[in-house]
């Protein structure tokens, strides 16, 4: 025991590492190896139910890229990622900056529990009611507008023009309170408070407060909250199935969505897996400062 | 920053309004077409609460019926099976590794927390192909542990950094205490370090249960029809019963029925996980 005591820091014994480590390493290298796995199933010819690992290059690639699928897949999940991310951010942080000036805590625990149940829920759920809030001839909405004497009929997700925006509306209704609770949570810390009690006292208008103090003063949690929101608009699939189903054609469909119907319902497997290599790599590159940032705070 | 003046006031009405119609709307459609009959849903009445309940939807929803073939009884139970056997093994195998990351500071753990780190964001698109593959080489797919055991890989990443920066916060003088009177590591572990982080597991395991719970992709692709969870069977029941809204909000009511009753009884640590994933990880 007393040799133990005084072994150096960071050293483990064969036993401690079976406990600590070893779950650990066995969770990793299966892991990265079916990502490995993955990125060579993207290079070989594997394009019928059974397995073909012939390397075949850039052959499927090739074909993805061909397929006008994919152009609209990549509109559609950029229009995902500047329309499913910015507004969100920018109300969130209008709402995170009220819900502190309220001067009635209890409206501010009410709104607080109001737009953050979502969270709770499945996108398979939020979709189910949606679909119903959507629906062209029956639906919520449009039965609302025609009670207030709008006849509308507002197309909504059947119009292939406009059914991503509104698919990518559901998304911010979804992320909207978690977006507040994280914003509010890095407006809280005791520098930023200190700054603000300083700026009220030299007159400034609480505009300016959020523009001048608040915000500079918050890039840290914007940051992660912007790339953990990119991230979940790069990789959406639930919401986009259940509603449309990439329709009306293929007017919504999107990266995720053309990887599962590429891999298990034509079982281009090789076309698959190459999709989800893109998919991969841009999650990758844009959390890239997002994770530099998280590494510098754990070895702090 | 406190405010109280009649702009003020208009203001906070104004938002109350709207966003209480936004996030309650979608609850209350939910709930009151939940207990509509068949008829209501398909000919007006759309908005108002219905006369007479029908709470036989549910038993129609969990049980199947000529017209609802996808009884969610079972799936009820798979989906209940799978999240919690998935959030007590995260739970407990991430202990051990986040303690691992968060006392270990040598090259090879830098190495490895930045591996974890890069996993934490992995897209279960990248990974799908070979875990079908596995699964049908093992026999695991027919199984629950196939299930359970893609979602323990996949979630352990997630599981290691949240404990581990729970456990960094802990004064290091406890431990040392207990090294002095001679406790090995292990024995520090389990019995210093996890009872005094009793509410960081909870938090813990309420983001990974309601993570898996919810989950759809992975279970879409490599549940079996034994194994198929609650996300399954409501995305398959509204392919094939598309005018039966009453049903399939009675089918939503129930699959969000767990973890929405985690959320309002457990806030608490539902917030503080979802914060420290967010802010700390």
């Known amino acids: ?300 | 920053m406190k405010t109280k003046s009649r702009t003020a006031k208009i203001l906070i009405g104004l938002v109350l309004v709207v966003l209480s119609f936004a996030y309650l709307l979608p609850i209350y459609v939910m709930v009151i077409t939940a207990l509509k009959s068949t008829q209501e849903v398909s000919q007006g009445q759309y908005l108002l609460p219905t006369g007479q309940p029908q709470w036989s939807n549910f038993a129609e929803v969990l049980f199947g019926s000529q017209r609802f073939r996808s009884e969610m009884a079972t799936r009820l139970g798979n989906s209940i099976i799978i999240s919690f056997s998935v959030t007590a093994l995260c739970a407990f195998f991430g202990g051990l590794s986040g303690y691992y990351l968060s006392r270990i500071r040598t090259r090879f753990s830098t190495v490895l927390f930045i591996l974890v780190g890069i996993a934490l964001y992995l897209p279960y698109q990248v990974v799908i192909i070979p875990l079908s593959i596995l699964m049908a080489k093992t026999g695991l797919g027919q199984s629950h542990a196939g299930l359970i055991f893609s979602y323990l890989i996949l979630n352990m990443p997630l599981a290691s950094v949240l404990l581990g920066t729970f456990f960094l916060a802990i004064p290091r003088e406890l431990e040392e205490a207990a090294e002095v009177d001679g406790a090995s590591r292990i024995q520090i572990f389990f019995q210093v370090v996890m009872p005094i982080s009793l509410p960081a597991y909870a938090s813990v395991a309420i983001i990974i249960f309601t993570q898996v719970w919810n989950e759809f992709f992975l279970a879409l692709s490599l549940a079996s029809r034994k194994t198929q969870t609650v996300q399954v069977v409501m995305a398959e029941a509204k392919g094939t019963t598309l005018v039966l809204y009453n049903l399939q909000m009675a089918a939503a009511l129930i699959a969000v029925s767990i973890p929405l009753l985690f959320f309002l009884f457990l806030g608490r640590y539902f917030i503080r996980g979802i914060l420290a994933g967010a802010l700390k990880g």
């Open chain 1, 1 to 300: 025991m007393a040799k133990r005591r005084r072994r150096h820091r960071g050293e483990l014994t064969w036993t401690e590492n079976l406990v600590f480590l070893a779950p650990l390493l066995f969770f990793l290298i299966l892991l990265y190896g079916t990502l490995l796995w993955t990125i060579y199933v993207s290079f070989t010819d594997w394009s019928t139910m059974a397995p073909n690992y012939q390397l075949a290059g850039l052959k499927w690639y090739r074909f993805l890229v061909q397929q006008p699928k994919f152009k609209v897949d990549i509109i559609n999940n950029l229009k995902w990622l500047i329309l499913g991310v910015f507004p969100t951010v920018t109300v969130a942080i209008f709402l995170a900056y009220f819900l502190e000036l309220t001067p009635f805590p209890k409206v501010e625990a009410y709104i607080r529990t109001l737009i953050l149940y979502p969270v709770a829920m499945s996108f398979i759920v939020t979709g189910t009611i949606w679909s119903w809030m959507y629906e062209p001839s029956r639906g919520v909405i449009n039965t609302l507008l025609r009670l207030v004497g709008i006849d509308a009929n507002l197309p909504f997700t059947t119009d292939p023009d406009t059914a991503t925006y509104w698919l990518i509306l559901i998304f911010i209704w979804q992320y909207l309170g978690f977006s507040v609770i994280i914003v509010q949570s890095s407006f809280r810390t005791t520098e930023l408070q200190e700054l603000v009690e300083a700026a009220i006292v030299d007159g400034a208008s609480r505009l300016r407060i959020l523009f001048a103090i608040i915000l500079p003063n918050i890039r840290g949690g914007l940051l992660i909250l912007v790339s953990l929101l990119l991230i979940s608009t790069l990789k959406v699939f639930d919401i986009v199935f259940i509603v449309t189903y990439g329709g009306p054609g293929i007017a919504t469909d999107v990266l995720a969505l053309n990887m599962w119907i590429t891999t298990f319902q034509q079982h281009l497997v090789s076309a698959g897996a190459g999709l989800g290599v893109i998919i991969f790599i841009s999650s990758f590159i844009l959390v890239i400062p997002y994770t530099i940032y998280a590494f510098r705070k754990w070895f702090e």
